[in-house]
């Protein structure tokens, strides 16, 4: 079955440092996302993707963040000055059509900020 | 606005006996739910969907749902608890945001499965 591949599994990064996660969405899919799950907290959509744009993005997704899609297959997110509070599981997720098909998310990125 | 209610924190039960989640969600539109499961240390996992096709869901290692528009319900069953279910379970919305279509997550239940 078609996987949404995340890496690194685990990033510890220092404060102040720039980050890049990385993500390839299962090929035939158009929409892409990014979340993120503090420890012991909630899934937090932070933004959306389509058409080489962004369609939707949260209060979180402020302009220390930003998404590419550099090579049409890769999907990353950059944090620029990382904050000890960005440390959480970031999850990347992609679909065909939306709803109608459902999402598929990766196994997630363990972000540590000391 | 579109939103998801998942009205237990933590729900046990013993090994064979039910698994009943409880998800209720509003939506101003016929919405698309999901649950995914969340093992420890591992990524989200879907379960299943509803997709305004049949009501009653079944989905992966013995799970179903039922959409009930009545009640704005779709809680997640399984009919005998098995230890390897022991994990974290997320109810999903679809929220419209202009074009798009934003999961929106419910804040989760914790299955806890005793011998």
């Known amino acids: 079955e078609p996987e949404v591949t995340q890496t690194p599994s685990h990033q510890v990064t220092q404060m102040g440092q720039e980050v890049i996660l990385r993500c390839v969405p299962i090929?035939?899919?158009?929409?892409f996302y990014w979340y993120r799950q503090i420890l012991g907290q909630k899934v937090e959509f932070l933004v959306s993707?389509?058409?080489?744009?962004?369609?939707?993005k949260s209060e979180i997704f402020d302009d220390q963040f930003s998404v590419e899609r550099p090579d049409g297959s890769n999907f990353t997110l950059k944090i620029r000055s990382t904050k000890l509070e960005d440390s959480a599981m970031y999850f990347c997720?992609?679909?065909?059509?939306?709803?109608?098909?459902?999402?598929?998310f990766g196994s997630g990125t363990r972000l540590t900020v000391v | 606005a579109q939103s998801v209610t998942q009205l237990d924190s933590h729900v046990s039960v013993s090994e064979g006996t039910p698994v009943l989640l409880r998800c209720n969600y509003s939506s101003s539109y016929s919405p698309s739910l999901f649950w995914y499961v969340q093992h420890p240390n591992k990524g989200l996992q879907l379960l299943l969907k509803y997709t305004s096709a049949a009501t009653l869901v079944k989905g992966i290692n013995g799970f179903e749902a039922e959409f009930k528009k009545s009640e704005t319900s779709f809680h997640l069953t399984k009919p005998s608890a098995h230890m390897s279910d022991a994990a974290e379970y997320f109810c999903v919305v679809t929220r419209r945001a202009g074009g798009s279509y934003i999961p929106t997550f419910g804040r989760g239940t914790s299955l806890i499965v005793h011998p």
């Open positions: 997720a992609s679909s065909e059509l939306q709803a109608r098909y459902g999402y598929t």
């Open positions: 090929s035939n899919h158009l929409y």
């Open positions: 993707f389509y058409n080489n744009e962004i369609s939707e």
